[in-house]
């Protein structure tokens, strides 16, 4: 179930994956590297944030704890950045 409390932060040119359970958790993915964003819901899991890189690289992160306006809120920052970001569920 942690592994699916995850929430995301946009500071200083990265964005952060941080998670609600494990205070440890954090990951930074530059801003610069990210060529898409996509917000899935799995079979059987929560929503969740795939990050595809510039090295082709994809990487889900469930945010279970996240609401809609979270959501379009996260969205919304992604494309006035310039990243392409679309909503797949």
Not at 57 to 75: H, P, T
């Amino acid at each position: 179930l942690g592994t699916q409390m995850n929430y995301f932060l946009i500071d200083e040119g990265h964005l952060i994956i941080k998670n609600h359970y494990f205070a440890w958790f954090e990951r930074k993915v530059s801003l610069q590297d990210i060529v898409e964003a996509d917000i899935e819901q799995p079979n059987k899991r929560s929503t969740g944030l795939r990050i595809i890189t510039r090295d082709f690289k994809s990487k889900l992160y469930g945010a279970g704890s996240l609401r809609d306006g979270n959501w379009k809120e996260l969205l919304n920052d992604l494309k006035l950045i310039g990243i392409p970001a679309r909503d797949d569920r």
